[in-house]
């Protein structure tokens, strides 16, 4: 290994390393402004000087590169005197006044000075300039304190190549220079999503979080690292709490964290007053009758109540006249059991989750086509491919760090992009290709580019013959699938169609990113078939960089589908139909266990409604906001027998329940959240949960020991382990040693590293099946009455049904309930911005707002995020759903306006 010699100590250093890297890694003090591990060099402050023999120069230590024989020193008279000289300057040019500064205590300038000896600037400079700039005071969450900025650029080259935004930038010039947002706008009026990573990475106190402001120092502050409550991608946190008030302060991204490195989007940095609202259940809610309100009970009543409840039903109707939907915001410990209680204790497998409403049809689609339901490949190798697709994702506004690194990748000059959606978003901006299908058209697409690229021979024949099987069908089936055909279908251009097919085609190496604009159709299996037939096709599954990427939507959907909270398989896609895991499980549990598969979430609601379903379990879920057509889930939920929601709030489902628990949210239990890409991460306590609320595991098991289950969990590290013995593809994932790193599946035992890539050198069903899907319309399309494609999804700023965001007034005022039309329908029907607006389908009608200057969509088709109560998009979406998957159509149903 090479060798430097600093402040004459010989040290070894790795190849590519910086000065400063090789100093800091050996404990070697250099004092940095401008540099930042994630920012790199920029040699902007110099006070990373050091003196390199041979040299008469002073060398910026983080662009330097360490060199074999090299010998450097640190800290000589020259250094220290040079160093004080930009630490006094920058001290005394602008307002530098640690006592009240937000800073404070953590403040990188400040250790400068103090490790420098420097008590008070020595030079009084600039004095008009001094007080000239104001505060920014107008985002909703971030401050710019103009005065304390040190012109170091890190929040900059933070803005443009970690999270690729590109909002700020310096403007004007000499004494004049400044942070600008946009063309010198005020930060809340620029296009600046909030994201919170200028303020995370800001050395000094020029950039700050607004709410933190006075809340406490650094040092009366404690920090517990944990995860992100909201979407699938798994950021870790820093949740900064002030112990004496027992109140979340700011949340900051773990730098060392696998899937965010330190970033984080605007929910998951600022929507976190959900933890500490007034309105959290803490003590059970009952009524004995629903004409009535709540009154609070006894934990001891509560649990009693539900249990005689339980066996009453169970006696009187059988068990599989009891469901139980479990929870994607639960941990995989707590999904684990809620389906544990349901097969063992009920004696059903009628228990579903949300999952069923965003991936059912992947879990099914990619089950079938290689053996594995869930996201191939991982995070990091995001820029490993040639060629990324993203289609049906609006990703930096769903799972916002995922399109950071697309971002990423693409600006680095390490991926080309193709964004396939039909309305316009922000990743198009970074693409190379555009294009807008037709909602619904994606069998067509997909068929219409293998076309081309089997017509044309620009797929992988080697890895076809060697890894699939069922080519010829396929051949066979997207023969007719010209680009004349596929284009009248999907409205893409027939030029767009031939460019996209051999830009992907003909890529080494090209990646498919999907979400719900896939998955949520009545077509939605056949949808990720065909993607999975496209990487098939090009030989793109199991290699770095390639895959079939489903963005899983919540923060554990991936875990509850691998716990088992599906009515057909047990934890690790172990089938209830299959006689010996059966009795591997009856075995275990010591029961008898249904081997004939359960209900899912739509087929309850409906068995509901007929009467069938006699009562319902709900663990954080919220199907009056979630589920399609809510008029009719709401008469279903309204005649069932007996109801009972465990939630953190009193939720739009849990005002029709029988009986409401108090449950404990993220920020109160320790347990495994898994992340789309399959890494189990370890959720930790931050608080106790308020009042008599309880970690919903312990509900579970009051609740199953009061049944006469005999469960003696201690905590949720003991499901764990019964988890690693039953589960596969889970054996080697104990919480020891998923640590801060996290374990990917499949791990099989302790001694397993994990996997971040799946399939690679065979298929988990042996060989790839590839399967001829011919394109179906979707279940409902416009006409004379209905004449518009409404299509629902997300906002950046909310998230699922509002119950956790909408805790957040900030959030709030940046994202309110509307429907996004084009200026050409809104011209016909005479709307503005802003204008209320009537949406009606054959399911219902709601009022809200439309929102024009976005412009962002094609004619004919409206899109409404689903996050509002007061403006329930559910209420018109269609329920027809696949018929593999039973995943409702969201993503198209017809609809008509009228202004109000
Ligand atoms: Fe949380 Fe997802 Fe945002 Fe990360 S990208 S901070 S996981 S909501």
Redesign the pocket.
């Known amino acids: 290994m090479s060798k430097i010699i600093i402040n004459q100590k010989e040290i070894a250093f790795k190849e590519n390393q910086t000065i400063l890297e090789v100093a800091r890694e050996n404990d070697i003090y250099i004092p940095t402004l401008c540099y930042h591990k994630k920012t790199g060099p920029a040699s902007v402050c110099r006070l990373c000087i050091v003196e390199i023999e041979g040299s008469k120069d002073l060398h910026t230590s983080c662009s330097a590169p360490a060199k074999e024989g090299l010998v450097v020193k640190t800290n000589t008279k020259r250094i220290i005197e040079a160093r004080k000289t930009i630490v006094n300057l920058l001290l005394s040019n602008g307002n530098h006044d640690c006592l009240s500064c937000e800073a404070n205590g953590d403040c990188e300038l400040q250790d400068a000075a103090y490790n420098l000896g420097i008590e008070a600037p020595a030079f009084t400079l600039d004095s008009d300039n001094k007080h000239r700039l104001e505060k920014d005071n107008t985002a909703e969450f971030i401050v710019i304190d103009h005065k304390r900025c040190i012109k170091c650029g890190r929040c900059i080259t933070a803005d443009r190549e970690l999270v690729v935004n590109n909002v700020l930038d310096f403007g004007f010039r000499g004494k004049n220079i400044k942070v600008i947002c946009d063309n010198d706008v005020l930060m809340g009026d620029s296009s600046c999503v909030q994201c919170g990573e200028c303020s995370q990475i800001c050395p000094v106190g020029a950039i700050i979080d607004k709410r933190a402001i006075g809340k406490g120092r650094p040092w009366e502050l404690k920090k517990i690292a944990t ?9 870790q ?1 820093n949740v900064h709490i002030n112990e004496k008030q027992n109140k979340i302060v700011k949340i900051t ?1 773990v730098e060392e964290a696998p ?2 490195e330190g ?7 600022y ?1 976190f007053d959900f933890v500490n609202s007034g309105e959290r259940l803490i003590k059970p809610l009952i009524r004995k009758n629903r004409d009535q309100y709540f009154t609070e009970t006894t934990w001891p009543e509560a649990i009693k109540f539900i249990s005689d409840k339980f066996k009453e039903i169970k006696s009187s109707s059988g068990p599989d006249t009891i469901g139980g939907l479990s929870s994607a915001k639960t941990t995989n410990e707590e999904n684990y059991l809620f389906q544990k209680f349901m097969r063992a204790v009920i004696g059903t497998n009628n228990v579903d989750h949300c999952a069923r409403l965003c991936h059912a049809s992947t879990v099914a689609g990619l089950a079938n086509s290689l053996g594995s339901g869930a996201m191939t490949n991982n995070i990091k190798d995001i820029d490993k491919a040639d060629v990324i697709m993203v289609i049906g994702s609006n990703t930096t506004e769903a ?5 950071y690194y697309v971002k990423q990748a693409v600006r680095k000059g390490k991926s080309k992009l193709i964004v396939v959606d039909p309305k316009w978003i922000e990743l198009a901006d970074s693409a190379d290709i555009y294009v807008n299908q037709k909602c619904g058209s994606d069998v067509a697409f997909l068929n219409g580019l293998m076309h081309l690229i089997i017509k044309n021979e620009w797929f992988d024949k080697e890895y076809v013959e060697d890894r699939c099987e069922n080519f010829s069908e396929l051949k066979e089936a997207v023969k007719d699938y010209t680009q004349e055909k596929v284009s009248k279908i999907t409205k893409i251009s027939e030029e767009n169609l031939i460019k996209i097919a051999e830009l992907f085609g003909k890529a080494k190496t090209a990646s498919v990113f999907y979400s719900m604009g896939i998955t949520q159709h009545t077509t939605g299996t056949d949808n990720v078939w065909s993607i999975a037939n496209l990487q098939m096709l090009c030989g793109n599954i199991g290699k770095d960089g390639g895959g079939v990427n489903a963005l899983r939507g919540q ?1 554990n959907v991936q875990g509850a589908c691998d716990m088992g909270a599906l009515p057909n398989v047990y934890p690790g896609y172990q089938k209830v139909s299959d006689s010996k895991i059966n009795e591997k499980f009856q075995k275990a549990w010591g029961v008898n266990l249904s081997d004939k598969a359960g209900l899912t979430v739509t087929e309850m609601i409906k068995g509901a409604e007929k009467g069938s379903l006699k009562a319902l379990y709900i663990m954080g879920e919220n199907p009056m906001l979630s589920d399609p057509d809510i008029n009719s889930v709401k008469k279903a939920l309204e005649k069932i027998d007996f109801m009972v929601v465990q939630d953190i709030f009193l939720t739009e489902t849990a005002m029709l329940a029988d009986i409401v628990l108090p449950a404990a949210c993220f920020a109160e239990k320790e347990g495994l959240f898994t ?1 789309t890409e399959r890494r189990a991460q370890l959720l930790r306590k931050v608080f106790r949960p308020p009042g008599e609320a309880k970690e919903d595991w312990q509900i579970i098991t009051d609740l199953a020991n009061l049944m006469g289950a005999g469960w003696n969990y201690t905590s949720a590290c003991d499901i764990q382990e019964e988890i690693r013995e039953l589960t596969p593809q889970y054996g080697g994932i104990s919480w020891e040693r998923v640590g801060y790193e996290g374990l990917q599946w499949p791990c099989k035992d302790l001694e397993h590293p994990g996997t971040p890539v799946l399939h690679i050198g065979k298929f988990a069903r042996g060989k790839g099946l590839m399967k001829g899907i011919p394109y179906k319309d979707p279940d409902e399309l416009p006409d004379t009455e209905y004449p518009f494609i409404l299509s629902t999804g997300r906002v950046l700023q909310q ?1 699922h049904t509002g119950t956790m965001t909408r805790k957040t007034a900030g959030l709030n005022n940046l994202a309110g309930p509307k429907v996004v039309i084009s200026e050409e329908d809104a011209l016909s029907l005479g709307l503005a911005n802003g204008d209320k607006i009537k949406v009606i389908s054959r399911r219902g009608e709601i009022e809200t707002f439309a929102s024009v200057s976005e412009a962002n969509i094609p004619k004919g088709t409206v899109f409404m995020p689903f996050h509002y109560y007061e403006a329930a998009a559910n209420i018109l979406t269609n329920p027809a759903v696949d018929p593999v998957a039973k995943i409702p159509e969201y993503k198209v149903c017809a609809v008509n306006l009228i202004k109000i």
Do not use: E, Q
């Open positions: 995860l992100c409550p909201y979407c699938g991608v798994g950021c946190i991204g899937c965010n970033m984080l989007c605007i929910k998951g940095r929507g799972h916002p760090v995922i399109g923060a992340n998230f």
